[in-house]
């Protein structure tokens, strides 16, 4: 895995679209192909079609964007995520979960966020905490959170809670009635049990 985490360097942008899921990663990294696919095809493909300076220039150019872009992720290179032990991040999982179904928003979003700060990788906690902001009324955070989830590895397995999140806030939004919701933790037990590490959480 290290070494496919520094192979990401030949191509500019890519340490960060790949390994942090950057935008502006993803934009250098469109940027670089677009410039080297005009490159390639005022060489190989259509020559006559550009005078010799142009498509030095573009060379030059693509040479010059990679040796800077690359020098500069190199420099910078996204470190590793840290995988805590569970004994780490599960007793925080556990007292915000608490404080969720006692409904003390602002205890269960510090200890959800002291959680992600260790594990940001955590999509049990970031459903939650999506979950929490939306019944606290901050809409547009949640949204954010879910959206974020949802283009995550780690939201692969909750898009179906996912999905149901974003129905719950667009109708919010709409300002429609709906009945008093109970406070429960967006999870199935059926989904839990399929993860044994979720399952030492729900019986914690």
Same mark, same amino acid.
């Given at each position: 895995?290290?070494?496919?985490?520094?192979?990401?360097?030949?191509?500019?942008?890519?340490?960060?679209?790949?390994?942090?899921?950057?935008?502006?990663?993803?934009?250098?990294?469109?940027?670089?192909?677009?410039?080297?696919?005009?490159?390639?095809?005022?060489?190989?493909?259509?020559?006559?079609?550009?005078?010799?300076?142009?498509?030095?220039?573009?060379?030059?150019?693509?040479?010059?964007?990679?040796?800077?872009?690359?020098?500069?992720?190199?420099?910078?290179?996204?470190?590793?995520?840290?995988?805590?032990?569970?004994?780490?991040?599960?007793?925080?999982?556990?007292?915000?979960?608490?404080?969720?179904?006692?409904?003390?928003?602002?205890?269960?979003?510090?200890?959800?966020?002291?959680?992600?700060?260790?594990?940001? $990788?955590?999509?049990? +906690?970031?459903?939650? @905490? #999506?979950?929490?902001? *939306?019944?606290? =009324? /901050?809409? !547009?955070?949640?949204?954010?959170?879910?959206?974020?989830?949802?283009?995550?590895?780690?939201?692969?397995?909750?898009?179906?809670?996912?999905?149901?999140?974003?129905?719950?806030?667009?109708?919010?939004?709409?300002?429609?009635?709906?009945?008093?919701?109970?406070? $429960?933790?967006?999870? +199935?037990?059926?989904? @839990? #049990?399929?993860?044994? *590490?979720?399952? =030492? /959480?729900? !019986?914690?």
């Amino acid at each position: 895995m290290t070494s496919l985490r520094y192979a990401t360097l030949v191509w500019p942008g890519l340490p960060w679209a790949w390994l942090r899921g950057s935008r502006a990663g993803l934009v250098i990294a469109l940027a670089f192909a677009v410039s080297l696919d005009v490159a390639v095809v005022t060489t190989f493909v259509w020559p006559d079609l550009v005078e010799l300076p142009f498509t030095v220039a573009a060379w030059t150019a693509v040479a010059v964007v990679w040796l800077v872009s690359t020098i500069s992720a190199a420099a910078a290179f996204p470190p590793q995520l840290a995988r805590p032990a569970p004994a780490q991040v599960d007793p925080l999982f556990v007292k915000a979960r608490s404080a969720y179904l006692a409904r003390d928003w602002v205890a269960a979003e510090t200890r959800l966020r002291e959680l992600l700060t260790l594990a940001p $990788t955590d999509g049990e +906690a970031q459903l939650l @905490l #999506a979950t929490l902001l *939306r019944r606290a =009324g /901050r809409l !547009a955070e949640a949204s954010d959170a879910l959206t974020k989830l949802s283009a995550s590895d780690a939201g692969v397995r909750w898009q179906a809670a996912i999905a149901a999140e974003h129905k719950r806030i667009a109708a919010q939004r709409r300002g429609e009635p709906t009945a008093d919701e109970p406070v $429960t933790l967006p999870l +199935a037990a059926e989904t @839990l #049990a399929d993860d044994g *590490r979720a399952s =030492g /959480r729900a !019986a914690a």
